[in-house]
């Protein structure tokens, strides 16, 4: 993919970034089992900020990120920023799986097919991501909505928020122990509870944003990337070496701009978002079906939130979550670009 900034300039300047890998230059095995290690430390490292995040969101009241942090180190120690985390560990494996093979399946399919119709190669890009993206996201939460029910109740158990606390106090010991107990008490409603929120959520945000992240890697490739790339003024073309003026990136300068485009998106993405985020958290946290009271709708959900608030209740936890899909998303893009270039069958596509 080479970005020129004038079709219309023969000494114009451009940039001759490595090719994408996809699909059918991947071995799968290698793929999945790198991926499943990768993303686990991925995982690990952004748990705090998801369990910030959650108490933040469930809380009756504005609590700053701090002060919620500080309080759980205080009462609950360091664990207490990882709890649940073996049940979110153990779903996510699957449901990353999911998502990857969902993803570079429909980003294959779709962009051949708009390249064929006749659209330019940008458009195609943008599309093909969003159209992934969307197919990501709504097969992965088939698994990834009982983790986030199970591991969200974790949570908040011991939490500051009475309410919260007094329902969920020693109520699960574990996440095998949260299952069986909301399968007997809610059946599997129970673990889906905020399913169709949470597709609403994280299935068009995740076509904005692999959209947005092709589009912003363009704009900032043309934008700052020539000066930070190295000058390669011969290239070999059909075996003859031609003078050209071209910008070859190295590794380094490539993560670089992969990293700042993803956080771009990611920080908008949670922006856009973060409601919807909120009223799933409370869905799938607060108690229902529990002595004979069925489980609040969306709709009240959202009115209860505004009446303790007012509208920016919706977004308490904004903090946390911005900080944690923007290095989510740098960290996630990053890595899944380097798992791609480790699982390609040719490894010669590395120092491409």
Known sequence: MNLGTSEEESTAEEIDVPEDIDWQMLDKSKFFVLGAALFSGVSAS??????????????QSQVSCIKTAVWILKHEGFRGLYRGFGTSLTGTIPARA?????????????????TRCG???????????????????????????????????????GGDNQKISNAFSSKYLNGIDAFKKILNTE???????????????????????????????????????CFLCQKDDVREENGVNVEKNALRPNAKTVMAVQGASAAMAGGVSALITMPLDTIKTRLQVLDGDENGRKGASFGQ????????????????????????????????????????????????????
């Open 119 to 157: 659209i330019p190669e940008p458009s195609a890009a943008a599309i093909a991501n969003a159209a992934a993206g969307l197919s990501a996201a709504m097969a992965a939460q088939m698994v990834w909505t009982p983790v986030d029910v199970i591991s969200q109740r974790l949570m908040v158990q």
């Open 187 to 225: 059946g599997i409603r129970g673990l889906y509870r905020g399913f169709g929120v949470s597709i609403l959520t994280y299935a068009p945000s995740n076509a904005v944003w692999w959209a947005s992240y092709s589009v912003t890697q363009r704009l900032v490739w043309s934008g700052m990337g």
């Open 46 to 59: 952004l748990y705090p900020a998801v369990v910030l995040k959650t108490r933040q969101q469930v809380a």
């Open 301 to 352: 959900t959202m009115r209860n939130l505004v009446k303790e608030g007012g509208w920016m209740a919706c977004y308490r936890g904004l903090g946390p979550r911005w900080a944690s899909m923007s290095m989510s998303a740098t960290t996630m893009i990053t890595t899944y670009e380097f798992l791609k270039r480790l699982s390609a069958k040719n490894r010669e596509v590395l120092s491409s």
């Open 98 to 114: 999911l998502y990857m093979a969902a993803l570079e399946v429909t980003k294959s399919n779709v962009g051949t097919a708009a």
